[in-house]
């Protein structure tokens, strides 16, 4: 007789309690738990934004961004090649996860679900995906609404840079990924808007012309004029032993970690932290 290798068990059909999502509470609503609060500070101003229709218009910059970075593909596999170690079976979490433009790049075998504060790019994921009916929640990155170690992996592409709470959503993002699972987040350099005209003749508020003709509406405009906040500070403090990979050429950055054995608090000696990793970037960090 041949030897037959034991069953993988279908982790595809997961119950919805083994989550922390709760069925008898009928919150979900056209494939969608509803686990959204009331928004506050960047987090409002972004659901405004990605559910209003600014999105729409800062979407084909979008493309045009990635496309000069050599395709969708090639882009995001410089983020997404962090989950390759991943075996066939995963459960992986994408927090921001928008109308699920990554899924295609994903392997076919794992069962991802997502999180975001923004409930139309959540219906058009189902759309593009039917598949994802019932795997995503309206919720915020600092307050997934997920069981202790429910994923093998949990990974942002985008949108971090103006999450609300940085520290609380790697927070959440690592408590409810299994110890020695991946933890991943990329975005492009915050500061960006440094290299505007506005800025470079000390002018910067002209800045905010060019960010409303991308189609940023005017508060979204407004925030990323103002921000002063550092989020790539913020991994390296909350994700001991992150590596950091400059993406993009450049104009991006994404860090890979692996969930420790045990959650510590918030580490408090950043010497210890963030194994810097460039790959030669043409701007410095701020
Ligand atoms: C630039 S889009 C990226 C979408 C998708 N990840 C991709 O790669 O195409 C950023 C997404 O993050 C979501 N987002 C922003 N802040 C968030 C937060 N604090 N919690 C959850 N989602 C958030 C937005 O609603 C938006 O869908």
Redesign the pocket.
């Known amino acids: 007789m041949i030897p037959t290798e034991p069953p993988t068990p279908d982790r595809s059909i997961v119950p919805a309690k083994a989550l922390g999502l709760d069925p008898d509470k009928e919150d979900v609503v056209d494939g969608i738990w509803d686990r959204i609060g009331p928004l506050e500070g960047r987090?409002r101003v972004?659901?405004a934004f990605?559910d209003g229709p600014g999105w729409a218009r800062f979407r084909p910059w979008?493309r045009l961004f990635l496309g000069l970075q050599g395709g969708a593909r090639r882009a995001r596999r410089q983020i997404l090649r962090h989950l390759d170690p991943l075996g066939p079976g995963a459960r992986v979490l994408?927090?921001?996860?928008?109308d699920g433009?990554?899924l295609r790049f994903l392997p076919s075998t794992w069962t991802v679900f997502g999180?975001?504060?923004?409930r139309n790019?959540l219906l058009g994921c189902i759309r593009r995906s039917p598949a994802m009916s019932g795997r995503l929640a309206w919720?915020?990155?600092?307050s997934l609404p997920f069981a202790d170690a429910t994923f093998d992996a949990c990974y942002?592409?985008?949108?971090f840079n103006?999450?609300?709470d940085h520290a609380q959503?790697l927070a959440e993002m690592a408590r409810v990924t299994r110890p020695g699972g991946l933890l991943v987040v990329a975005d492009e350099l915050p500061h960006l808007k440094r290299f505007g005209i506005g800025h470079l003749i000390g002018r910067p508020k002209l800045d905010g012309v060019w960010l409303r003709a991308l189609g940023l509406d005017l508060e979204f405009a407004a925030m990323v004029l103002d921000f002063a906040e550092d989020p790539e500070e913020a991994v390296v403090q909350s994700w001991p032993g992150a590596v950091r990979h400059s993406i993009w050429t450049g104009l991006g950055y994404c860090y890979s970690a692996t969930r420790p054995d045990r959650p510590g608090p918030t580490p408090t000696h950043p010497s210890t932290l963030g194994d810097l990793v460039d790959d030669g970037a043409p701007f410095d960090r701020p």
């Open positions: 987090n972004a659901s990605y979008e994408e927090v921001g996860i928008g433009e990554n999180a975001d504060l923004a790019p919720a915020e990155a600092e942002s592409v985008g949108g103006y999450y609300r959503s």
